[in-house]
């Protein structure tokens, strides 16, 4: 099977550099005039996936709003896993799991193993047990041509105190997680596997993120307060890895389809027009 690296290259090539996230809370089922119940999540995501899967290159559903529903949620999760990959776009499922041993094993088997019905191309995942203790997905994402995208520097006020203290060695704790991505993507082509998730509004780094060899998830565009432009300050010469990702800025024009599919294109432009002149 191909990798995921090289399947995501190709995804943005042919659709351009753009995820858009599936995050259907309570305000925007309410926007939609959609009720907080099955049906209109269920609705919800149909006309998303109808608008936008054949379309945009990597779609990201955050698994916390269809598990709130129960197992009947997490049907509708897996419905929508599956009709977006006969639209033809990546799937990233939000989840941001981790943990140690067998547990970070079962975390694996559920998302990146392609007989599990939650099955998906990439997760995203917490490193702060230790980057090491997310081996067991790194495998399974390698064996099965799946990607993980881990957490490094997120918009969240409350991620520096984690994130930006020093180590041993002084580095930041970032940084060592930067790193050791950095290293399972060596020598991979085009693109590296395992990605890094760094926010867009969170200014200049001071990290060094030239050397990763695999995407970065750029969320927080749009409605959390970063532009496409604010891409060039967070990544410099990094940009040609970036993914940028959006969620209520396209979400928000919907339930109307070619409204959706207005809101995608018009961001993606934004985005191309950043990305290209890096």
């Keep these: 099977m191909e990798s995921f690296g090289t399947r995501l290259h190709r995804a943005v090539t042919e659709r351009g550099p753009l995820c858009v996230g599936i995050d259907p809370h309570p305000g ?15 609705r919800f995501t149909r006309t998303v996936v109808d608008a936008l899967g054949d379309r945009v290159a990597v779609v990201k559903p955050q698994s916390a709003f269809f598990e709130r529903f129960g197992s009947r949620g997490v049907a509708i999760l897996e419905s929508t896993i599956r009709q977006l990959r006969e639209a033809g776009s990546l799937v990233l499922l939000d ?49 099965h041509g799946g990607g993980v995208f881990v957490l490094a520097l997120t918009s969240n006020p409350e991620g520096a105190a984690v994130q930006r203290a020093r180590t041993a060695d002084g580095r930041t704790v970032a940084q060592t997680v930067i790193d050791e991505i950095s290293q399972l993507n ?31 998830l750029a969320p927080g565009l749009g409605a959390q307060g970063a532009g496409a432009a604010d891409l060039r300050t ?8 970036v993914l940028p990702s959006y969620s209520r800025e396209v979400l928000s024009a919907g339930p109307d389809a070619d409204a959706l599919r207005a809101a995608a294109d018009r961001v993606l432009g934004e985005c191309r027009a950043v990305l290209a002149a890096r």
């Design 234 to 241: 967070v990544f410099g010469s990094s940009l040609a890895a």
């Design 28 to 42: 925007l089922l309410a926007r939609w005039g959609l009720a907080d119940d099955l049906d209109g999540l269920d």
């Design 186 to 216: 060596s020598g991979a082509n085009p693109l590296g596997s395992f990605g890094l998730v760094v926010g867009a509004t969170i200014g200049d780094t001071g990290h060094d993120l030239s050397g990763v060899g695999g995407p970065l």
């Design 95 to 143: 989840v941001k799991r981790g943990d140690i041993g067998s547990t970070v094993s079962a975390y694996a088997s559920a998302y990146l193993d392609p007989s599990s019905p939650l099955y998906v191309d990439a997760v995203t995942a917490s490193p702060y047990l230790g980057v090491g203790s997310l081996a067991p997905m790194f495998e399974l994402a390698t064996r």
